[in-house]
């Protein structure tokens, strides 16, 4: 794809998956149009002590099966990739937990 090609890029929980984060942000970036929109739902590290350590000791068992970090703070990769304006919604997994783990945002 050519730079600025696209008014919109959706990536859903392949930041948390994806082995460079900061080249996929600067794809992204890049094909990108001016004032093009990028909505993106990813995996979190739970804000909860409790639920990150959990979230820490699955971590080995995800990467073998799934290949996903579940704690990469993907809010902080995506402000230094200079995304601004975005919107953010928190959705929760399992109400049962009743802690964000899964975050969506988009910018444009």
């Not at 995800?62 to 959705?91: C, D, K, M, W």
Request: charged share 20%; net charge positive; glycine share 6%.
């Amino acid at each position: 794809i050519r730079d600025d090609q696209v008014d919109a890029v959706v990536s859903t929980l392949t930041l948390s998956s994806c082995k460079d984060v900061n080249q996929a942000l600067r794809e992204v970036r890049r094909i990108l149009k001016p004032g093009g929109i990028f909505i993106y739902m990813e995996n979190i590290r739970s804000s909860n002590v409790f639920f990150a350590f959990i979230q820490y000791l699955c971590l080995p068992l995800y990467r073998f099966l799934f290949g996903i970090s579940l704690v990469r703070n993907i809010p902080e990769y995506i402000e230094r990739a200079h995304f601004l304006g975005g919107i953010t919604q928190h959705v929760f997994v399992a109400h049962v937990i009743g802690r964000e783990l899964v975050y969506s945002t988009w910018y444009g």
